[in-house]
């Protein structure tokens, strides 16, 4: 069996974090953690954090690193049992990414910087609806659904994330330019590192990184990850 790693997913508000990994999780039979979503459900509990998370996600500003730290660390209990455990919107600060040094221990971090244009987001997020019922994810600008506002899938409603607001976005982008952008130059001089072009289309963005994560892309190609590999 291929040693475990655990893939980090690295880019703005709307890179195609999300996207990218629902393909990749299907391909490779990974496990994953989207912090987005975890936040999203603890946003939605009346308690103290749940309320907490929610005004900072409404206002387009990173969650506090404790309550992070906590979903984090609940949902990683086994990651050493899966081929592979990808982390989509974390870390996202350098105190992030010294908690998942610790996390990991000697397991290996790959990071994948997903990079794409400001401009290219602002359209993708102001187009960006998703299923009440299903959560299937639809772009009205890319790929409207055949009804306004109904799910193709399902015939549920199709509704806008409150942080995809154009001031909402806004903030968002501006706290990925202070706080998580400098990310990329802490793991590019540890030499697990690779950027994709985000702006292309999803089917060739998800060949790339799946071509890195192989060795495909590699004179040697040496394999790092093989597809359908079982995450037992
Ligand atoms: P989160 O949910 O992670 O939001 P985000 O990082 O802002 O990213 P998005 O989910 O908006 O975009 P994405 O990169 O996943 O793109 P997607 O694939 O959907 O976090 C939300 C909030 O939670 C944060 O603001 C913060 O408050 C809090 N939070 C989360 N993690 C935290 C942490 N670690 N610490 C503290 N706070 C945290 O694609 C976007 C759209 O584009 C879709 O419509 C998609 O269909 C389309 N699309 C994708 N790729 C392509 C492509 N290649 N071509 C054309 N269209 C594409
Ligand atoms: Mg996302």
Known sequence: M????ILVLLGAPG???GTQTTKLVQKFRMKYLSTGEALRQKAGEDTLLGNQ???SMERGELVSNELVAQVVRDCMTDFRDSTGFILDGFPRNRSQAELLEEIAGETPIWVINIRVDEEVVI???SGRRHCVECGKITNVNFSPPRQEG??????AKLVQRPD???NVVQRRLQVYREQ???LTDFY???GCYFEVDGNLDTETVFERISAHLTGEESLAGNPHLSAGQSSA
Do not use: I, M
């Open 53 to 55: 998370a929610r005004e």
């Open 164 to 166: 995809d607001f154009p």
């Open 188 to 190: 590019s001089k540890k």
């Open 180 to 182: 998580t952008k400098p």
């Open 150 to 155: 109904v799910c193709d899938t399902c015939g």
């Open 15 to 17: 890179a195609g974090k």
């Open 2 to 5: 291929t040693e475990c790693r």
């Open 123 to 125: 359209t993708r997020l």
